[in-house]
């Protein structure tokens, strides 16, 4: 890093990208908070390993990165993407994740298919909340970790300045674990903090890497530069020789023994690819016509010789489709086939795509798989085990896919018309089917209701939204069944924004977005008596029913129960029943606003008869009758949907939450510290205070916040919030 020559071949990498073992791959997801620079990096990684012409362009046009219609009309990537490129021999797939928090679960498939991360932060911006968050998701896992500094051609962008808030940020108990391993070298003549950065300068080389002609030039730097580094290079070494597995080595150093840079090199790749250590480098886009951007050559350097190789990264859990754990080598190529799709799309021109990750075996054309994907039914993801056959496989370049061969154990590969596969799905050999751990997605919070804009569109709809949710699992799509809606939950108002735009724009169906109506229920606040008198004579047949009942009202979660009290045969037996089908015929349509009825206890008491015009269809309204008439001599409360909520917040944000969740009509029932600076709240609120909290959270908590809610039952609402509610209901009638 630093010291290596450079035996790259530019031009060569766009092409040659089949890997033939796992030790010349590397995965790696990039990780950082909107509008840090993520893409443009990649662009510039791109460019510098020759697998574009130009910054973020193939050979033949178009973007390796944001390619997408909706990318480039929002100006923000919203979709996982993979660019691979090719350094000193060594496969390199980039994960390129999209920022906004509204697509965390790209963010969450990228860290799946990766095996370390690299971490942009913007020297303007510095490090928010989220990416501190995602931060301790990886440490938890273990996986290795780098740190790039970006826009430092800002005004007063302070290289030094935001390596300390790093380490602070994300070095915990030791900050020297997170070191820079490049100074950034301003140009000439300009103030300090305005000049655009040149070069760097290595501290453990001592070599100047000068980037000011477009093109990488090594050379010695002066007395007056490595005075000014002298201070950073020596805590550098001390940093690496504390995580050396040389126990002795720090004494020696400390002693006085110079330590060579070749151990201290090996010493440096080893603590990174463990992820005891964390390196922070400066990059920065190459300028118009140049050939590499700054710190790109010593980044590609970092990943391929510091990164760790498929072999290290630690095998998913893998079990038999009836359950059974199977143990497997990590990484064997010639091993059983296991590989996970850890993104799905669909192409206009080559249909479903599957961006695959291959854990164990090898993936070829042509070859017949079994297709697993268990325990997402809760998102519209049914369960389902099938023999489907692979298409081709392929690189991405942007809109290009570029056939491969093969994809070996540890490989990434773009798998085509895969029908049935969805995201999270394992693909396993047919005789041979097992099923992969699938990764935490999170819950999608904010309902969105819709309904087809025409009949057209109506025909089209289901179709397009079960597209929609096979490609996006941290989508769900719901059919209530008691407002009769169409909901689907998002992550946040620019995820429902994305969904809405591909419903439109790939799949050919035009939405209008409704009010998100709660599922309320009516029940009794007191006992009550009806009789229904269901009595015509009109010539021929007539029809003869009366039934008496009295209605009180039972504990919530009783449902409807129908007792026959009726003495003397004043209701035949064969009408009771009918009598119980018309009371709960009226209750599933409401007594008072149109609500279901519930928790009540109905009891038929007495009736009468005619021998001839008594029909069972006479005592069904009969029945129907005797319970709106007790309805209208009764209070009815409506009963609106509580939801326990639990969110997890930043201490510094527990007053305010808390404050929130009380104007939201919530009872507070405790808080709990988790460790980390951070408190569990937990409250019940009404469902009809939460339709927009997922918004409203993040505004609040920055970002830093998550939350999670369940239904925990219906209980009366506010008389003056429930007597808006029947006039709106009787408006609407």
Not at 14 to 21: K, M, S
Not at 604 to 625: C, E, I, P, R
Not at 669 to 685: K, M
């Amino acid at each position: 890093m630093g010291d290596k020559a450079q035996t790259h071949h530019p031009g060569a990498a766009g092409r040659a990208l089949t890997a033939d073992r796992p030790t010349s791959v590397r995965n790696v997801v990039l990780v950082g908070h909107t509008g840090s620079g993520k893409t443009t990096l990649v662009e510039a990684l791109a460019l510098t390993a020759g697998a574009v012409n130009r910054a973020g362009r193939v050979e033949d046009g178009g973007t390796v990165s944001d390619y997408d219609d909706i990318e480039h009309r929002q100006q923000r990537s919203v979709q996982l993407s993979l660019v691979p490129v090719a350094w000193d021999g060594i496969k390199v797939n980039l994960l390129d994740t999209p920022g906004y928090a509204d697509f965390v679960g790209e963010l969450r498939a990228g860290l799946r298919a990766a095996d370390a991360a690299l971490f942009v932060v913007s020297a303007s911006d510095g490090v928010d909340g989220s990416t501190r968050m995602v931060w301790e998701e990886c440490a938890a896992v273990g996986m290795p970790r780098a740190i790039v500094i970006t826009h430092l051609e800002a005004a007063r962008a302070d290289f030094e300045e935001m390596t300390r808030i790093c380490a602070e940020a994300f070095g915990g108990d030791d900050p020297d674990a997170v070191l820079p391993l490049y100074l950034p070298l301003r140009g000439p003549g300009q103030p300090d903090g305005h000049a655009p950065v040149t070069g760097l300068v290595g501290l453990l080389s001592r070599k100047l890497f000068d980037y000011s002609t477009g093109e990488r030039k090594e050379s010695e730097p002066g007395e007056d530069q490595l005075s000014g580094i002298e201070d950073a290079r020596n805590r550098l070494i001390e940093g690496i020789i504390a995580e050396s597995e040389d126990e002795t080595l720090m004494d020696r150093y400390l002693g006085g023994e110079q330590v060579d840079n070749k151990t201290l090199v090996q010493d440096l790749e080893r603590a990174v690819a463990r992820g005891s250590f964390f390196p922070v480098l400066a990059a920065a886009p190459a300028a118009e016509g140049a050939r590499q951007g700054l710190g790109t050559v010593e980044l590609l350097e970092l990943v391929t010789g510091g990164f760790p190789t498929p072999f290290e990264h630690p095998m998913p859990g893998v079990t038999t489709i009836d359950g059974r754990p199977r143990e497997l080598k990590p990484c064997d190529t010639d091993g059983p086939l296991v590989a996970e799709v850890v993104k799905t799309s669909s192409d206009p021109y080559v249909g479903r795509l599957s961006l695959v990750r291959v854990f164990s075996g090898t993936l070829r054309p042509d070859q017949p798989v079994h297709v697993s994907g268990h325990g997402l039914a809760d998102r519209g993801h049914e369960d389902h085990d099938v023999d489907e056959k692979v298409g081709t496989l392929s690189m991405a370049f942007g809109k290009q896919q570029r056939p491969v061969t093969h994809a070996v154990a540890g490989d990434l590969v773009c798998v085509a018309k895969l029908g049935r596969a969805e995201t999270g799905d394992t693909l396993s050999a047919k005789d041979d089917p097992l099923l992969m751990e699938p990764w935490q997605m999170p819950d999608p919070l904010l309902p969105v209701a819709i309904r087809a804009h025409s009949k057209a569109d109506e025909d089209k709809l289901s179709q397009g939204l079960a597209r929609l949710v096979a490609e996006d699992p941290t989508m769900r799509l719901e059919q209530n069944q008691d407002t009769h809606q169409v909901v689907l939950w998002c992550l946040g108002e620019a995820h429902a924004d994305v969904a809405l735009e591909r419903l439109r724009s790939r799949y050919g169906v035009q939405v209008d977005v409704v009010p998100h109506k709660v599922s309320l229920r009516e029940t009794f606040a007191t006992k009550a008596t009806g009789r229904g008198r269901h009595v015509k004579q009109s010539g021929g047949h007539g029809q003869y029913a009366i039934c008496e009942i009295e209605v009180e009202p039972l504990p919530g979660g009783s449902g409807i129960e129908f007792v026959d009290k009726v003495v003397g045969g004043a209701v035949p037996r064969q009408f009771i029943p009918s009598v119980e089908k018309g009371v709960r015929a009226q209750a599933a349509k409401g007594v008072a606003a149109g609500y279901p009825l519930v928790d009540v206890r109905v009891t038929l008491l007495d009736g009468k008869a005619h021998s001839v015009d008594s029909s069972d269809a006479a005592f069904q309204t009969a029945g129907a009758l005797a319970l709106r008439e007790a309805a209208a001599d009764a209070r009815i409360h409506l009963l609106e949907p509580v939801a326990e909520v639990t969110v997890l917040v930043g201490d510094s944000y527990v007053g305010p939450v808390m404050s929130d969740l009380s104007g939201r009509r919530g009872r507070l029932l405790g808080t709990e510290q988790t460790g980390s600076g951070r408190t569990l709240i937990r409250a019940e609120v009404p469902e009809f205070e939460i339709g927009r909290y997922a918004v409203d959270l993040r505004s609040l908590s920055h970002g830093t916040a998550r939350f999670d809610r369940a239904y925990a039952r219906h209980e009366p609402m506010p008389p003056q919030i429930a007597e808006r509610l029947r006039e709106q209901a009787g408006d609407e009638g």
